[in-house]
């Protein structure tokens, strides 16, 4: 860390969760500690995730398992239990507002000056004055700066003229989602969480127009089940190559299901390891992982509220929502709509004409696809250089950041899912939790 007179402690890049998880363990840590954070929306603790205020959009996880705090793991259920639910909320998968909410309460009662926050994206790095320059021409001097930007859409795979623009919605973007006409026909590209809060935002409105939704698998995320027991052998499993684990773990959910028992208490009792499977694998296994399995990790793993799996069943059964394993190939306006160009898995053309398409494909991982202004000037400095496949940043243990020779940095640290191609289990509370915990310490043991 650097020994000048700085204006922050500690200066953070992006506002969303991991940012005041972090803070949250700052302080504790280090009483009097100024954090700075550069977040262009106006609410900290909102990001991607928690920035929804509609209640159709659950937590994929339960009540019980999301607290900010590593070493008081009832936290939020304790929260929760002040604003009146009842004790069994720990089972329960709340709306997700209801998180942003907690953190924002958190944030208030926070000892110590409120974190400075800065209304501006942070767009370099001067490392000689450890300050992160934001957009606004405002400098975040710090001791260290830490990258919390988090997740941001990858985009569309085809251009979109112009003149369609105004028809292709960000799935994210929740107010445009609601505002469509419940009688438009929709096509929302991509299959996975983010299609299921555009699905479940039109149902909660009462839309009534057609839905498709494409992918070229057409997988949708799974539900978990009622929580239970399984055991895992992970010595075993981290002595085999990926072939022979992925077999080995469809033995297992098999003899699960052979007793009555859901496969889901399996990738339950693997949850804690994923970091520890995805590091012992070499890279010529993750990248065989990436090229052919993740679709199938990604459904079983990252599963949905029963409910929620309920409304998404119930759609596709009354034919309200339909599910098409295509490749997007081309977007056009079309007569005051929108034409949709597709080609479906055995090479037949698809076509849709619709009112309007909503950009579900998920999050960009690939730090040269990243189109994160601060994370290409970091790069272009060589001050950051890609983990592991080319995704996230290369960290160490700790989540400092190792600059293109390898070495790691003492003024920049990574958390969230900066850190996807170092440990891969890298973007939901439960690990960013520990990651803001473990850097909070780093930090403190030097500046606090
Ligand atoms: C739709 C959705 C639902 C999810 N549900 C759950 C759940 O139920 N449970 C769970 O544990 N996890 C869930 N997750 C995982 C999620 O990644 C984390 O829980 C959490 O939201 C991650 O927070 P973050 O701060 O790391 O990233 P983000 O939420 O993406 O926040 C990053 C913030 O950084 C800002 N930013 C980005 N670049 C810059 C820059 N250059 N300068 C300044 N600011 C910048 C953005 O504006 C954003 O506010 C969900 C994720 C998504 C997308």
Not at 329 to 356: C, F, M
Request: aromatic share 4%; charged share 25%; with cysteine.
């Amino acid at each position: 860390m650097r020994g000048m007179e700085p204006d922050h402690d500690v200066a953070i890049a992006g506002g969303g969760a991991s940012a005041v998880l972090l803070a949250l363990q700052l302080r504790r840590r280090w009483p009097g500690c100024r954090i700075g954070v550069a977040e262009p929306a106006a609410r900290l603790g909102a990001g991607a995730a928690y920035a929804t205020r509609q209640d159709e959009h659950l937590l994929n996880v339960p009540a019980g398992g999301m607290s900010a705090d590593p070493d008081a793991p009832g936290d939020f259920v304790d929260h929760l239990r002040a604003q009146g639910f009842a004790a069994d909320v720990a089972a329960r998968y709340v709306p997700r507002r209801l998180y942003h909410d907690y953190l924002a309460a958190r944030l208030r009662v926070l000892p110590g000056a409120a974190p400075h926050h800065a209304r501006a994206e942070a767009v370099g790095y001067d490392p000689a004055g450890c300050a992160l320059l934001l957009a606004s021409g405002e400098r975040l001097r710090a001791r260290a700066v830490v990258l919390a930007t988090g997740n941001r859409p990858r985009g569309l795979p085809v251009e979109v003229p112009a003149q369609a623009a105004g028809r292709v919605i960000g799935a994210w973007d929740h107010d445009a989602v609601a505002a469509l006409p419940a009688a438009a026909d929709v096509a929302i590209v991509g299959t996975g969480l983010s299609m299921v809060d555009a699905a479940l935002g039109l149902h909660a409105r009462g839309h009534r127009g057609r839905i498709v939704a494409l992918s070229r698998h057409a997988l949708l995320p799974l539900p978990h089940a009622a929580p239970g027991e399984a055991a895992v052998d992970l010595d075993a499993l981290l002595a085999l190559p990926l072939r022979a684990r992925l077999h080995a773990l469809r033995r297992e959910a098999a003899a699960l299901r052979r007793d009555g028992r859901p496969w889901q208490w399996l990738m339950q009792a693997l949850r804690p390891h994923g970091v520890a499977l995805w590091r012992s694998l070499g890279d010529a296994d993750r990248a065989r992982f990436l090229r052919h399995a993740v679709r199938y990790w990604d459904v079983h793993r990252h599963r949905i509220a029963p409910e929620a799996a309920a409304v998404l069943d119930a759609m596709i059964a009354r034919g309200d929502l339909s599910l098409a394993q295509a490749r997007l190939e081309a977007i056009a306006p079309e007569q005051g709509r929108l034409r949709l160009d597709a080609r479906a898995r055995d090479g037949r053309a698809l076509q849709w004409r619709v009112d309007a398409a909503i950009d579900a494909t998920g999050i960009e991982t690939r730090l040269a696809h990243s189109a994160d202004p601060l994370l290409a000037a970091l790069r272009e400095a060589g001050l950051v250089r890609a983990g592991p496949c080319g995704l996230g940043l290369d960290v160490d243990a700790d989540g400092a950041v190792r600059d293109a020779g390898g070495r790691a940095r003492d003024d920049l640290y990574a958390i969230g899912s900066l850190r996807i191609g170092a440990e891969w289990e890298s973007v939901a509370i439960p690990e960013l939790r520990v990651q803001a915990a473990r850097i909070a310490a780093r930090l403190a043991a030097h500046g606090g």
